[in-house]
C-alpha cells in the first residue's frame, strides 16, 4: 500500500504507511522509532517541530483543505 498523507481540517499533516522517512534540511535523516503514522505541524507553533504536539488546538490556528487538481505540468 502506497504512502498515505492527509492534510487534517485545522490541523497537522498526518503520514501514514510503512515506506517513508523523513529528512532535514542538512539531509539527515529522523529516527521514527518504527512509526507507520506520524503527524507533522502546519500552524508553526509546535515545541517538537517537524512534528505535531497539538499546539494548533490553542493557537487559533485555522485551515480547511479541499483537494483539487493541479495545472499540467510545464514542459
Do not use: W
Amino acid at each position: 500500500m502506497p504512502t498515505k498523507i492527509t492534510v487534517t481540517k485545522n490541523g497537522s499533516y498526518r503520514i501514514e504507511g510503512e515506506d517513508y522517512e523523513l529528512f532535514d534540511a542538512n539531509g539527515s535523516k529522523f529516527d521514527l522509532a518504527g512509526r507507520t503514522i506520524i503527524t507533522l505541524c502546519r500552524c508553526g507553533k509546535s515545541n517538537k517541530k517537524p512534528f505535531c504536539d497539538a499546539s494548533h488546538k490553542t493557537c487559533g490556528f485555522e485551515s480547511e483543505v479541499t483537494a483539487y487538481a493541479l495545472e499540467p505540468k510545464k514542459q
